[in-house]
């Protein structure tokens, strides 16, 4: 039974993975069925890479909204665009995208009716407007080096807080983030009506575009592809037309995001060794939670 | 909870040192330099001609922290003084407790002072425990260093100075490891750097076997299964203590995650249900003691199922006795010394598949289900249906088959054969052990750990220029071929005065 008993004399008894019998082999016997509950990769999950470039598409429509934000920003600030003309382009979107909506979501049971949707629209435009002069002087006493700062970490977080596992509408975090970089930026802008245009618009991008965009993925799965490359076109282009160069790094970023990294993880994927056996522990499959509800 | 410690089993010699106060002071050079020459004359070479081992047991977790390790090392530890061994144990110090103290029959115990990071384990740098641990190697004239549980820092810490001195090493893991998340990754590459120059490894299951061996990437030949044992005069059968007009079910384990204590949560209620005539009895303490309470809570069982706490190892028995059935839900297990000590109490048996547990008890003695609520349900229902119909074997019967199962004697005989195996391998000289530690970690994690090696050599080096081996003083030897336990150690009615004079001494500058 030792570890150094005679290992040469094979009994002709087969050994057995139990410890209850003394078995006539030493203690450090090594059978021919060592390690033969070893599994490999059961849970590693085979990626086609269209599908992986599919997923990356929200990211990569999240980073062209970002940009679009960005360029409209900068049209108005230099006076390009003026506020009316940006406040009824987004009107016109919003009862666009809100017919959209709602005829995508035709099956399913409203739990709002439609007056409530148009109430809290207008509460909502009818509080910015009231306080776009505060938000306009909020930020006077601040440097504007350190606004833009701001608003660029605050865009930064909201990218990367933003929950893109599906199915999810903009999370907390990353909504507040993106606002807060909007209002750091609206109150650089020349008007407080600019100020209000600007802030009504992050909202239709940052918080309802998401919603719009989930639903369209839920229903008509085949529309989303097309509404991000559509996103990312307009992101490029809009970006070119202020500044060509930002424009090729804002392409290259999207073509690396959707392209390459997708072929990254997918032959990477091939070298994934996951081992596992009896020495797991076990996870409870069990839903608990009905014992105490 | 299962797994509780007894200090005072086996030995019928009362401890006479537990409860006497001691300094911190301990393994100072401070002795009188006469010792050495009284006692000096087995050296390293006496031992191994002697065929007897001078053994330190190295790991931070032992009484009076409680648990299965603690109890492994205690218990093994008297079984190789009863065989003739030396053994001294090396841990670190428990609040108050510091110092050297003696346990039954001369089991020597330091308690090092070093700084407790987390969990009782203590903090590593690789160096700082180095003075420390080479004064008790030189004092006791260790030959094998064998630490213990791969959670416990202090015990790589003694694996990796005792190879920079040149002693033997042996390591015993209790745990299971998985390998999917970052933790994981770091200790199981830690383990490796550990275990790659260790003479000897011993795993307490099969499973625990092939875990270790892949975790630390070794040679499956050195690595030797030996079980952990379970004291059967503990844990006697007593049929006259149950209930005969209700089935009893026994749940004795800490109450937390892993021990699967959310799938009892969801049993409790669904068995209720159905057994008008059932009732739990729940002993141990732990964070999922709230969702127990809510079960009992929500479904109005506060008549059937008894939360009783923290248990002390004593009483464990008194409550085991009183039920039918012994559950064990854990969701992993390198060795299940709960069920053993279930079965050895007569009861009918029902656990888990994981880990080690199919290997501890006979098909007879144990029902095995998947870790899910309705498997657990329908195991439980099986042994319940049978329990009415009376089919089961009497709890004497029981212990009976059990109590011949795992035992200390039989664990340290096998360890033992693990120490002369061991002491015939050669501890690789620096360089050998640093091309070892670089072909075997890998480039980056090796090269590091060989500069710590090396560090740790000048170390030993400049220590040993500044306090030399022979001028540190040689502690009387309490077990082992030498032993003066019993013989005139710690009293003053012994034959021989100069031994008394120095024993005594010796004793009071440990423990006074």
């Known amino acids: 039974m030792g570890a150094d008993s005679d290992a040469g004399a094979s009994p002709a008894v087969p050994w057995r993975k139990v410890l209850y019998e003394r078995q006539p082999f030493p203690d450090n016997y090594v059978d021919r069925r060592f390690l033969e509950e070893l599994r490999r990769n059961i849970r590693v999950r085979r990626y086609s890479y269209w599908a992986v470039v599919r997923e990356t598409g929200l990211v990569s429509q999240q980073l062209s909204c970002v940009a679009l934000f960005l360029t409209l920003w900068s049209y108005m600030e230099q006076g390009n665009v003026g506020p009316l003309t940006l406040l009824w382009t987004g009107l016109g979107c919003s009862v666009l995208g809100y017919t959209l909506y709602e005829a995508l979501g035709g099956g399913i049971d409203r739990e709002r009716t439609r007056c409530a949707d148009l109430q809290s629209a207008a509460v909502f435009m009818a509080f910015t407007f009231g306080f776009s002069p505060v938000l306009k002087t909020l930020t006077e006493s601040v440097s504007t080096d350190t606004v833009y700062a701001m608003s ?142 | ?46 031992y191994l001609q002697s065929g007897k081992h001078s053994i330190c047991m190295v790991s931070d977790f032992f009484y009076p922290n409680m648990g299965g390790v603690e109890s492994h ?115 199981n590459k830690l383990l490796t750097v550990s275990l790659c120059d260790t003479n000897h490894i011993v795993c307490v299951s099969y499973t625990s076997k092939e875990n270790t061996v892949l975790r630390a990437a070794l040679n499956p030949d050195i690595v030797s299964v030996i079980p952990n044992a379970v004291d059967p005069t503990d844990f006697t059968p007593d049929p006259s203590c149950r209930d005969s007009s209700k089935i009893t079910i026994v749940v004795v384990s800490r109450l937390v995650y892993r021990k699967g204590i959310d799938l009892l949560g969801g049993i409790i209620p669904e068995l209720c249900a159905k057994h008008p005539d059932l009732c739990f009895l729940i002993g141990g303490e732990g964070p999922k003691r709230l969702v127990l309470e809510e079960v009992r809570e929500k479904y109005q069982l506060h008549d059937r199922v008894r939360l009783l706490g923290a248990l002390d190892h004593k009483d464990v028995r008194d409550v085991l006795v009183q039920g039918h059935i012994f559950l064990n839900t ?52 099986k042994v319940i249906a049978r329990q009415r119909a009376g089919k089961v074997p009497s709890p004497a019967a029981i212990h009976r088959q059990v109590q011949t199962l795992y035992t200390w004697r039989n664990v340290a005989e096998r360890t033992e054969k693990v120490y002369d195996h061991a002491c015939r391998q050669p501890v690789l000289p620096l360089p050998a052990r640093l091309r070892r530690l670089r072909s075997h970690c890998g480039a980056v994690a090796g090269s590091i750990f060989s500069f710590v090696a090396v560090i740790n050599f000048l170390f030993l080096l400049f220590l040993q220029w500044l306090f030399p081996n022979h001028l540190i003083d040689v502690a009387v ?28 001494e010796d004793t009071r500058r440990l423990k006074c």
Not at chain 1, 162 to 175: N, V
Not at chain 2, 364 to 374: G, H, I, R
């Open chain 2, 330 to 381: 854990s969701l992993t297990e390198a060795f299940c010394m709960a069920i053993v000590e279930g079965a050895s109490c007569g009861l009918q048996v029902v656990s888990t598949r994981v880990g080690g547990i199919p290997e501890v008890l006979p098909d007879e003695l144990v029902t095995l289900c998947e870790p899910t609520v309705s498997s657990l349900c329908v195991g439980l229902e």
């Open chain 2, 73 to 187: 090392i205690y218990q093994l530890s008297q079984c190789l003084i009863e065989k003739g061994h030396k053994v001294v144990i090396a841990t670190h110090a428990y609040g108050e407790r510091r110092g050297v103290r003696y346990l039954n029959n001369g089991l020597k115990v330091y308690y090092l002072p070093l700084q407790v990071m987390y969990n009782q384990s203590t903090a590593t740098t690789c160096f700082h425990s180095l003075p420390l641990l080479r004064c008790v190697f030189v004092r006791e004239r260790i030959t094998v260093v064998h630490a213990h549980s791969s959670f416990s820092a202090m015990a790589h810490d003694a694996l990796f100075h005792a190879k920079t001195m040149g002693l033997n090493t042996v390591f015993t893991d209790h745990s299971l490891f998985g390998f999917a998340d970052l933790s994981s990754v770091l200790t």
């Open chain 2, 1 to 46: 909870m299962g797994q509780r410690k007894r200090v005072n089993v086996q030995s019928p010699v009362p401890c006479p040192s537990e409860t006497q106060p001691f300094s911190p002071h301990t393994h100072s050079s401070t002795e009188i330099p006469h010792h050495t020459h009284a006692f000096n004359t087995s050296g390293h070479h006496g």
């Open chain 2, 477 to 504: 030897d309490a077990s082992g071929p030498g032993g003066r336990w019993g013989r005139g150690f710690g009293k003053e009615e012994s034959k021989d005065p100069i031994v008394a004079r120095c024993a005594v």
């Open chain 1, 152 to 293: 660029a970490g605050m865009l930064i977080a909201h990218l990367a807080s933003f929950p893109y596992t599906q199915p999810s509408l903009p999370g907390s975090l990353s909504l507040n983030a993106a606002l807060f970089a909007s209002v750091c930026l609206a109150s650089r802008l020349p008007g407080t009506l600019h100020t209000f245009a600007m802030l009504s618009c992050a909202l239709l991008v940052f918080a309802l575009w998401p919603c719009l965009l989930q639903r369209l993925r839920h229903t008509a799965e085949w529309t989303f592809p097309w509404a991000a490359g559509m996103v990312c076109v307009c992101g490029v282009v809009g970006v070119g037309t202020l500044w060509p160069a930002g424009a090729l790094l804002l392409f290259l970023a999207l073509v690396i995001l959707t392209l390459v990294c997708p072929l990254l993880l997918v032959r990477l994927q091939r070298h994934k060794d996951n081992i596992h056996g009896p020495w797991d522990e076990a996870e409870i499959s069990d839903d608990l939670s009905r014992f105490l509800s």
